[in-house]
């Protein structure tokens, strides 16, 4: 699905593609190369002519990309084939200077490494976009009185901008976490074969550190080939993005509901719900968020397998990240591109918020009156009473304030003018506001402290 040419931007999209596209970790590869060849010059380990004709001819177009992918099925190595072939464009004696000292897994894991930072990037400003559009919302509808839900049942009034503010703020630790793992995760990694660095020398270490210096990568303080820690946090990270844009999404799915019709994503004039039921306007991108979080959640759990690589170097465990991990970064990549169109363009249905408030009669109110009651009775006596009346209210699809002034220590203990106060649904919203202006303040201020993008 994600290279399928007719679902591909379901599951994916272009920006992420082109990141792990065969031909980029191919030139992620080439680049390494190039660059390992240049610090050894510089280190007088290898010929400075030797090293501008590998930097000169590291490119992908010079590659044949259907001899090598002979040459894994033929040999069952990952990396030689290329090898093999980048050695052919080399004039003269130059390409037996390639490769010097290093191992498979440090070109792999450094170009693998290198894609990762990339999609994350990507991620990370989509992310904070997806932030923006949420806080307008939470500013704009602060004040805007909806059903607070529990359990799939309409509890107690909210605000709109306070159910928003609750997204923003788990984005906001999302986006904290990310920044987190952008400080210790994004290492390089060219050790050789047991990560000793034997094979490069009394100059082991500065050769490593300065190659991969040059390739933007941060140094690891010793060889990361069975110490996949890094890789497991990554797709954490990214993991739990996924999970909180799809559950946002699945939310503006449940309030999309024909009964509910609160929010809606923006309708596209020409889009098809249906091909049968022509008046179908289904929330398409909300449904995608569930599923591609869902899908990257698995992906996520699968890269840990890694984590139990054996000794020094294991080539089984290792390769499950090779499906795995970038799965995760492609998935929330589609998840975080699909959120940022969704959230910035949220159709949000104030009257609708407004109507539904009313669907109970008045049963919606049940705590403020318990609470007054209980002023004067006590309140778990309160509980049971107001318990009864709510009840025989539900059954008798009944008006709630009917039902109450029929009680006599109801109407012993609350007078009307004080029911009517008290069945208002506006005036009960508690700190809605107040939580949904402090999340924005305080997310307004970290953001000025984010790196730029």
């Known amino acids: 699905m994600l290279d399928s040419l007719l679902f591909r931007n379901v599951f994916s999209t272009p920006t992420m593609r082109k990141i792990f596209d065969d031909k980029a970790i191919l030139?992620?590869?080439?680049?390494?190369?190039?660059?390992?060849?240049?610090t050894q010059a510089e280190l007088d380990i290898i010929?400075?002519?030797?090293a501008e004709e590998i930097t000169r001819k590291a490119k992908v177009e010079n590659l044949n990309i259907s001899e090598i992918e002979e040459g894994i099925n033929a040999i069952g190595h990952s990396l030689v084939p290329t090898l093999r072939n980048l050695q052919k464009v080399y004039d003269?004696?130059?390409?037996?200077?390639?490769h010097l000292g290093a191992t498979t897994q440090d070109i792999i894991d450094t170009g693998f490494m290198m894609a990762i930072k990339r999609g994350f990037q990507v991620i990370y400003q989509d992310l904070r976009d997806v932030e923006e559009a949420v806080l307008q919302l939470t500013d704009q509808y602060a004040d805007t009185v909806m059903a607070g839900r529990t359990h799939s049942q309409q509890a107690i009034p909210?605000?709109?901008?306070?159910?928003t503010a609750v997204w923003a703020s788990e984005i906001r630790r999302d986006i904290e976490r990310m920044k987190e793992c952008r400080k210790r995760d994004f290492v390089g990694e060219l050790a050789g074969a047991v990560g000793t660095m034997a094979g490069f020398g009394d100059r082991a270490v500065e050769v490593s550190d300065r190659t991969i210096l040059r390739l933007g990568l941060d140094i690891p303080e010793i060889a990361w080939h069975s110490s996949r820690d890094r890789m497991a946090e990554i797709v954490s990270v990214l993991g739990?993005?996924?999970?909180?844009?799809?559950?946002?999404?699945?939310?503006?799915?449940?309030l999309?509901?024909?009964?509910?019709?609160?929010?809606?994503?923006?309708?596209?004039?020409?889009?098809?719900g249906s091909s049968t039921m022509p008046h179908k306007r289904n929330p398409v991108i909300p449904e995608t968020l569930h599923t591609l979080a869902r899908l990257a959640k698995s992906s996520m759990s699968a890269s840990f397998e890694s984590m139990f690589s054996e000794h020094e170097?294991?080539?089984?465990?290792w390769k499950i990240e090779w499906k795995s991990v970038n799965e995760v970064v492609i998935l929330t990549g589609a998840i975080a591109a699909k959120a940022k169109k969704l959230l910035g363009n949220l159709t949000v249905d104030p009257e609708r918020m407004r109507r539904n408030l009313d669907l109970l009669k008045g049963l919606m109110m049940s705590e403020p009156v318990m609470l007054k009651l209980g002023e004067k009775v006590g309140k778990q006596t309160a509980h049971e009473i107001i318990y009864e009346i709510s009840m025989d209210t539900f059954e008798e699809n009944a008006d709630f304030f009917d039902k109450l002034k029929e009680n006599k220590i109801?109407?012993?203990n609350i007078s009307e003018k004080e029911l009517k106060e008290l069945l208002d649904p506006t005036a009960y919203t508690g700190k809605s506001s107040y939580f949904a202006h402090r999340v924005s303040e305080n997310i307004k201020r970290a953001r000025l402290n984010d790196e730029s993008a």
């Open 47 to 50: 010929p400075k002519e030797a």
């Open 313 to 317: 170097r294991d080539g089984a465990l």
């Open 240 to 254: 739990m993005v996924s999970c909180t844009l799809g559950k946002i999404g699945n939310e503006v799915a449940s």
């Open 410 to 412: 109801v109407s012993d």
């Open 256 to 272: 999309q509901q024909t009964e509910t019709a609160e929010l809606a994503e923006k309708f596209k004039k020409g889009a098809v």
């Open 27 to 38: 030139q992620n590869w080439l680049d390494i190369e190039a660059a390992l060849a240049q």
């Open 158 to 163: 909210i605000t709109f901008g306070y159910k």
């Open 92 to 98: 003269g004696n130059y390409g037996e200077y390639i």
